[in-house]
């Protein structure tokens, strides 16, 4: 069955760029489910959507993040990542990758602290 | 800006019946807008329970279904467990992006 599993730092400092990569096993992004997600929880706070990208490679980013996401597709790692600029501790949160919101991986926490 | 809205706790009683609710402040939640519902249990990655309103996963326990439910999506479990125990999040696809509810903390007791 497919399996997601997030990498990436767990501390960043404010200002930067979080970036996380999403492996995909079981299945291949380029052709698997119809579009690979990420999310995020923020301690003691609600699930919230930050983005999409279809196999195709067309993205669909929140409102809210738009002008700070960047969602990518690495076919030849079988991954997709997702790169979060100018962070603020509003960032700090767990990072999930999902597949067409059926699988999900375990998450990842980001902290931002400088 | 959207909001999803969900009860913010329940409780139900072992074996009992409880349904959760989820409000768009668009207006009416129809099957357009895929009403998705998951469960998140603490150090667990969170499952997938319901689908397009009313489909279910191939893990998804019978004693969860879902449905419309005078102009919400709602999560009903029927014969509650203990593992029942959990916070669930439903998701509606509004104007072209994803938005999840608040969430409803759901206690078996």
């Known amino acids: 069955q497919v399996q997601l599993q997030e990498s990436g730092p767990g501390l960043v400092k404010p200002s930067q760029t979080l970036s996380l990569t999403c492996t995909v096993s079981?299945?291949?992004?380029?052709?698997?489910?119809?579009?690979w997600n990420w999310i995020r929880q923020p301690a003691g706070k609600g699930l919230e959507w930050i983005g999409l990208?279809?196999?195709?490679?067309?993205?669909n980013y929140n409102p809210s993040l738009k002008s700070r996401v960047t969602i990518s597709l690495d076919t030849s790692k079988n991954q997709f990542s997702l790169k979060l600029s100018s962070v603020t501790a509003a960032d700090t949160a767990v990072y999930y990758c999902?597949?067409?919101?059926?699988?999900w991986g375990r998450g990842t926490t980001v902290t931002v602290s400088s | 800006q959207t909001v999803v809205t969900q009860e913010p706790s329940l409780t139900v009683s072992p074996g009992g019946t409880v349904t959760l609710t989820c409000a768009s402040s668009t207006g009416a939640v129809t099957s357009g807008i895929y009403p998705n519902w998951f469960q998140l249990k603490p150090g667990q990655a969170p499952r997938a329970l319901i689908y397009s309103t009313i489909k279910k996963h191939s893990w998804t326990p019978a004693r969860f279904s879902g449905s419309l439910l005078g102009g919400k999506a709602a999560l009903t479990l029927s014969g509650a467990q203990p593992e029942d125990e959990a916070e669930y999040y439903c998701l509606l696809y509004i104007g072209g992006a994803w938005v999840f509810g608040g969430g409803t903390k759901l206690t078996v007791l």
């Open positions: 999902a597949g067409d919101f059926g699988v």
């Open positions: 079981g299945d291949s992004v380029s052709s698997g489910p119809y579009y």
């Open positions: 990208i279809y196999t195709s490679g067309t993205t």
